[in-house]
């Protein structure tokens, strides 16, 4: 099992960017299909970028065009940067690493607020 820990999320205005960042640990990370998820109040938790061990990646039709993730296998690292930010993308976002077996872990998450 790998443990995920998210850091990066704040206050931003609308068209701003920011960066998110996810250090894995305990585990190998190189196997790993990672992503980020997040969850606004009142919804579901929806995924929003994935990037394969093998370094495909796959994202919700909202944010394409604006966030790009990306993974270091050497550092153990994945991120999200998002940019052109909009009220709608306020959340929670969360870590996702999953197995080659389909096992899920997950980080705390960490709040972004875009808002003027």
């Known amino acids: 099992q790998v443990q995920l820990v998210e850091s990066g999320g704040g206050l931003v205005q609308p068209g701003g960017s920011l960066r998110l960042s996810c250090a894995a640990s305990?585990?190998?990370?190189?196997?790993?299909?990672m992503g980020w998820y997040r969850q606004a109040p009142g919804k579901e938790r929806e995924l929003v970028a994935r990037?394969?061990?093998?370094?495909?990646?796959n994202y919700v039709d909202s944010v394409k065009g604006r966030f790009t993730i990306a993974r270091d296998n050497a550092k153990n690292l994945v991120s999200l940067q998002m940019n052109s930010l909009k009220p709608e993308d306020t959340a929670v976002y969360y870590c996702?690493?999953?197995?080659?077996?389909?096992?899920?872990?997950w980080g705390q998450g960490t709040q972004v607020t875009v808002s003027s």
């Open positions: 996702n690493a999953r197995s080659t077996y389909g096992l899920d872990s």
């Open positions: 305990g585990s190998i990370f190189r196997i790993y299909h």
């Open positions: 990037i394969s061990n093998g370094f495909s990646t």
